[in-house]
C-alpha cells in the first residue's frame, strides 16, 4: 500500500517535471521579450495556440512530420515576430499618455485578432499534432515516461541551453542583458534598442511556436486555448521575477508539478482554479517575484 | 489617451442637443421597431453600461482591469441563486444585493491588488477572474457547471427599459462623481501622478479604492438583469473572458477616460456584432474584427473614436499626420512662456 | 513656536548613507535655502520632510506636531506643500485642471476663483486651457509652483523652482514667494542660482554627502573655505 502511493507520487511528480519544461520553453522568451520591450505580451498563449496549428498544417498541408517540421515552424513564427515587434516599440515608446498600458492594450488586440481569426477558420474542434517520429513508453522501475513528453522535456531543456548561451556567450546576448536591465543606458551606449527589441521579439516567437508544436502533440488543443497558456506563462515569469532566467526555470517547473499533483490529489477540476488563486497570491506577496532575491540570473 | 475633464463635459446649447435626441430616440424605441430591434438595442445599453463602468478603473483611475466579468457574473448570479424556487426573491430587490455582494468582494480584493502597477494589476485581475469562474464550475450552489435558471419572463420592452435606465443611472451616477465633483479630480490626479497627489493631501490608496469598488458594483447590477433576460446563465455564458474582453476594447474603442467613449464604442461594436452575426452568421470573425480594431486605434487614434469630434481638445492624431513638433519632446529649458496658439 | 524641526534624521539607500543625521530648525516667515553639490543629499531630505520616502530614523515637527512616519497625504494636509525637482504635472488635464485637482483636499468652495488668481499671477491664463502635456519644461515648473499655492500650505518646500526659467518669470516666482511670505507662509527652498540664494533666503544650509557642513547667511557661507571648497568652488553643473 505504502508502495503504491509512493509510486504514484514519484509518477506524478515526473509527469509535471515533464510538463514543466514546456512551460519553461513558452516562458523563457516572454520573459526576456518583457524585459526588453517593457510590456507583457498578452499573446503569448496565442504564439502556443498558432504554433500548435502549424504542426498540424505540416502534415496536412506539406506531408511533413511535425517534429521534423520545428525548424521551419521556428523560422516562420520568427520572421512574424520580428514583423510585428516594432509595432509594439513604437506604441511602447509613443509620447501618449501612459503608453505601457497602449502597448498592453496593443498585444491584447493581436492576441484576439489572432484568435478570432482561427476559431473562424477552423472552428472548435479539438485537434492533436500526431507525429509518427517519437512513440512508445520508457518503462524504469515501474515509472511510465512516454517518449514524447521526454521529447518535450529535452526540447525544452535544449532549446533553454541554448537561449542561455546566445544571452551570456555572444555580444548580442550581452547587448540583450544591458537593455533588459537599464534601457536608457542601453541607449547611451549605442546599442539599438529598436532593432535589438525585434530580434529579442523574433527568438521568442519561434522559440514559443516551437514549444506549441510539441505541446500539441501531448494535449488536444482548440483555438481557444491561447489565454489557458497566457496566464501559464504570466504564473512563471510572475514567479520568477522579471528578467530571471535562472527563475523561470524553476517556476515552470514548480507549475508543472503543482498542476500535476492538483490533478492527482485534488481533482482536475480545481487544477485552473487553484493554479490562478496561486498566481494571485504570488502577486500579492511579492510582485517582483520570489524567486528573484535567491536566483536572479 | 486623454481625460474627459470639465471641457468635454460641459452641458451647452451644443451638447444639449444631441443629448435630448438620444434620449428621446431611445426612449420611444420600443414604440416603432420590431422585438428583433429592441432586444439588439437592450445589448447596446447593457454594454454602454459595463463599458463605462470599466472606464471608472480603466480610463479614469488608469489601471487595466482585465477581470471584470467577475463582478458582471457575481450580479448574475446573485440575482439567479435569490430567485430560485425557495428563496423566490422579488426581481428588483435582488439587484441592489449583487451590487453590494460585487462591491464588498472588490473591496477586499482591490486592497491588496491595487498596490500593483501597470501589467501586474492587469494579470491578477484576470487571474482572479479565470479562478472565480473555475470555482463557480465546481461547487454546487451555482449549479456548477450546468447553471442556474432564472424564472421566465417574454417581455422584451420590460428588459429593455430594465436595461436603459440602469445603464442611464450609471452614467448620472458617474457624470455626477468624475465630470462633477472633486472626487473626479482626486482620481485623475492619482492616475497621472500618483506621489505629485499625496503631496496635495490625496489619500491615493483610498482614492482607488473607492473607484474600483464603484467600478465593480454597477456592472453586477447589469448581471442581474442579465441573467433575468437570458433565463439561463452558467459560467461560460456570463464568466467568460470575452465579456471583460469586450467591456476593455468598447472603452478604449470609444475613447478612454472619456465620459461618452464608451457608449459610443458600444454602440458601434455592439451593432457591428450583430450584423455580422446576421449576415455570416458567426460570432468568432467579429473576436478577430475587435481585435484588430483594438490593434488599429491604439496605434493610429490613442484618443479612441471620440478624437474624431470636431471639438476633441487636443487634434493628436492630426498633429501626428502633420509630423507637428511635439513640445514634450523636446527637454531643455524654455526660454519663454509664450507658445504659438494652434 | 517653529514651523519645522528636524532632528538627527537619517535614511540609508543599500548601503548608502543619503541623508546622514540632519537637524535644524526653521522658524515661521523665515526663507530658508538648501544648498550643495548634487547627490548631497538635499531631494532625499525633501523627500522625507514631506513623507514620499519613510526616514530610517530620527523625527520631524511640523507646527509643532510628530509627523515622523506619516503618509504623504496626512503630512500635506497637515500644512505642508512641495513641489519637485523633476515636475509632476497631471499630464492628461488643463493647466487650469491642474490647479483644481490641486485644491480637492483644501477649501473647494473658492477653488475656481483662486486658481484665477494663481493663473493670473503666474502669467499662465492664456495657456490655462492646454493640456498639462503640451506645456513646455519652464511652464511645467510654473504650473508645479502654482499647485502648492493652491492648497494654501504653511511650509513650502521648493526644489529647484526656477531652473530652466527665463529670468522674467523667475522675477514673478520671487515676486510670489515674498508675497506669501508676507502672509505667514515659511519657505525651505533648494536651488541652484546663487543670486537667488542671496536674493530671498535669510539663512542658508550647506549640505555635502547627507550632512549638514554648515549654516549661516549668505555672507557667512560665502566666506566659509570648506563651503568654497565643497560646492561653490566646483563648476556650475
Redesign the interface.
Known sequence: MVRVTMQLLIQTIIDGLLVGGLYVAISIGFSLAFGVLD??DFAVGEWVMLGAFMGVASRAWFGIDPIAFLPAVFVIFALIGFLVAP?IY??RT?????P???????T??????????M??AVGFDPRTVDTDLVSGTLMIGGLHLPWLRLAGFLFAILSTALFMGFLFFTRTGLAVRATAQNKRNASLMGIDVKRLSAIVYAIYAGMTAMAGVLIGTIYSFTAQVG?EYS?LA??VV?MAGLGSVGGVLVAGLFLGMLQALVTVYIGA??T???V??V??LI??VS?QGVLRRGLAA | ???G???SARLTARSVIPLVVVVVFLATLPLWVDDYWVRVWTGVAMWAGLAASWNIIGGYA?Y?SFGHVAFFGIGAYATAILMQPGLDWNFFLTLPVGAVVAGVFAFIVGW??L??????F???T???A??LA??V??VDFTGGSFGLSTPGNAETGFFYYAMLIASALIYLIIFAVFERS??G??V??V???E??????????TSVKLQAFVMSAALPAVLGGINAYWITFINPQSVLA?DIT?QM??MA?VGGL?HLWGPAIGATVLYLSSTWLNAHFG?S????????????????FL?DGLVGLMPRA??M?LVRQMLRLP??????????????ERS | MSALAVSDLKRSFGGIKAVAGVSFDVGVKEIVGIIGPNGSGKSTLFNLL???IPPSSGTIRLLDKDVTHQ???RI??QGL??T?QIP???????VR?NL???????E?RSARSRAEEVLAAL??S??A?D?A???????QR?LEFG?VQ??DPQIILLDEVT????PR?RQIILGRVRDLQERGKTFLVIEHDMELVRTICERIIVMDAGEIVFEGTFEEVARNERVVDAYLGRPET
Open positions: 510590456v507583457v509595432l513604437r506604441v509613443s509620447r501618449y499618455a501612459r505601457a498600458l497602449m502597448a498592453l492594450a496593443f491584447f488586440g493581436i492576441a484576439m485578432f489572432a484568435r478570432g481569426t476559431m473562424t489565454p496566464l504570466f504564473f510572475v477540476d480545481y485552473l482554479a487553484i490562478f488563486g498566481l494571485f502577486l500579492l510582485p | 489617451m486623454r481625460a475633464g470639465a471641457n488608469g487595466i491588496p491588488t498596490r500593483l502597477r501597470g501589467a501586474y492587469a494579470i491578477a484576470w487571474a482572479l479565470e479562478a473555475q470555482l464550475n465546481t472633486r472626487f479630480y482626486k485623475k490626479a492616475r497621472d501622478n506621489a505629485a497627489a499625496q503631496s496635495l493631501g490625496i489619500n491615493t473572458g474582453d476593455v476594447v478604449l477616460g458567426s468568432t470573425g467579429y473576436i478577430a474584427m475587435i481585435g484588430a480594431l483594438l490593434a488599429l486605434i491604439v496605434l490613442p481638445r487636443n493628436r511635439d513640445r514634450r519632446a523636446d527637454p531643455g529649458p524654455d526660454p519663454d512662456t509664450s507658445r | 514631506s513623507g514620499t503618509p504623504a497625504y500635506a494636509r506643500g512641495r519637485f509632476t504635472p497631471f499630464i492628461n488635464m488643463t485642471e483644481l485637482a490641486a485644491a480637492v483636499e483644501g473647494w502669467e499662465i492664456h495657456i486651457d493640456l502635456s503640451t506645456l513646455s519644461g519652464g511652464q510654473l499647485r493652491m492648497r531652473a530652466g526659467v527665463n518669470l
